[in-house]
């Protein structure tokens, strides 16, 4: 069920800033950052830097209480699948045949003596958050409406976004209204130029055909230089200086806060133990079979589900996940889903040997790290 997201954080919120989770030292930034001087005061924002890295800004508490999650029903009753004979060796061939080398004269000649499911289950909780940072911008200056201090900046947090749907990562960077301010250009001082980089702003450099003397080999004079020894810079056509890049010639800048807003989708797994042999990483690309879905503001743990396990890590990822991102970001919607994932362990005899294979996943992949006959070459 989606429920309204709280939002009334009250209207006080950004005029005293609770401060910036993660500060980083204004020595990180480069050369060409702005000095910390060319930026005014703005209530609510006092942490903001050029060039982001200011960290998150915590969300306030809200002025009201969260909500109490409801209890969830208990899950549907359950039935484990199982496969064929049939379908475990159709998968098995297909298997082999993906794989350029193998010969498929295991899965022909294979005789399979037994079949056993280790079916186990997936608890995944996956937690939707919007986090927001600041960081101090800037653009030449051509015009653009200049509205710091004509009225107080809303907080941070006060600003409307459009969030998009549950669990789809966005991005949405907002210019703060009433922060944007007109400034001299601090890389040209307000010039509109810099001195030229290739010749160091003398318009000039040694001529490269007599390399400065002027004359050629003997008492001839450089014709490329007419014996001047120096030839005009071609960077800068002569003049010694460039248009400078940071506000493209303007002498000014438009000095004004971001607010960068981040969606995204936080997501952690538990596979409950299943003994059969097959290593926990090859499930996480299979899908199994739905048992239980929930998603709503903030979900409540797991109850009374058949595997203990389960419902102890629905319990601890929930703890952990409210715990860990209501810090930083604030919480939309939490989804949890217990799946049951089907894994056949076959065991088939070829050429007097035992041998195993898995197949497990809705995909029906399968495993075969004992596959007796790896290069068709060598087995004939
Ligand atoms: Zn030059
Ligand atoms: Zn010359
Ligand atoms: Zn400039």
């Known amino acids: 069920m989606e429920r309204p997201i709280v939002s009334d954080y009250g209207a006080n919120y950004g005029t005293v800033n609770p401060g910036y989770g993660l500060p980083v030292p204004a020595s990180t930034h480069g050369p060409s950052a702005p000095p910390a001087n060319m930026f005014d005061t703005v209530p609510g924002y006092e942490g903001t830097v050029a060039g982001g890295g200011g960290g998150y800004l915590p969300p306030p508490m809200p002025s009201v209480p969260m909500p109490v999650p409801e209890q969830t029903p208990s899950p549907p009753s359950w039935n484990i699948p199982s496969i064929s004979e049939e379908r475990a060796r159709e998968a098995f061939a297909t298997y082999v045949s993906s794989k350029c080398c193998y010969s498929s004269a295991p899965v022909k000649e294979g005789v399979i003596t037994n079949l056993e499911s280790f079916n186990t289950y997936r608890y995944r909780l996956e937690t939707f958050t919007e986090s927001r940072s600041t960081e101090w911008s800037q653009e030449p200056y051509t015009g653009q409406p200049v509205d710091a201090g004509v009225q107080p900046a809303l907080g941070p947090w006060q600003i409307a976004a459009q969030p998009p749907a ?30 030229c980089t290739t010749c160091a702003g003398a318009g000039n450099k040694v001529c490269w055909v007599c390399n400065g003397s002027g004359y050629r080999q003997t008492d001839d004079r450089c014709s490329h230089c007419n014996g001047r020894g120096r030839e005009n810079c071609s960077s800068c056509s002569g003049s010694g200086s460039s248009q400078c890049d940071t506000c493209r010639g303007k002498r000014q800048l438009l000095v004004f806060i971001n607010l960068i807003v981040k969606w995204s989708t936080e997501k952690d797994d538990f596979v409950a133990q299943h003994l059969s042999g097959l290593q926990v990483e090859k499930l996480e690309n299979v899908s199994g079979k739905e048992l239980f879905k929930d998603a709503q503001y903030m979900v409540y743990p797991v109850m009374g589900f058949p ?74």
């Open 166 to 195: 549950f669990f789809q990562e966005h991005k949405q960077t907002i210019r703060v209204p009433y922060t944007s301010s007109v400034k001299n250009c601090h890389l040209c001082l307000g010039m509109g130029r810099n001195p």
């Open 307 to 380: 595997d203990v396990s389960v419902a102890q890590a629905s319990e601890r990822l929930i703890r952990e996940h409210q715990g860990k991102y209501a810090q930083t970001s604030r919480i939309l919607q939490q989804r949890q889903t217990v799946e049951l994932i089907p894994i056949t362990k076959v065991s088939y005899m070829w050429k007097g040997k035992s041998h195993v294979y898995y197949v497990y996943g809705n995909e029906f992949k399968v495993n075969a790290d004992d596959y007796p006959a790896t290069c068709c070459c060598s087995v004939m």
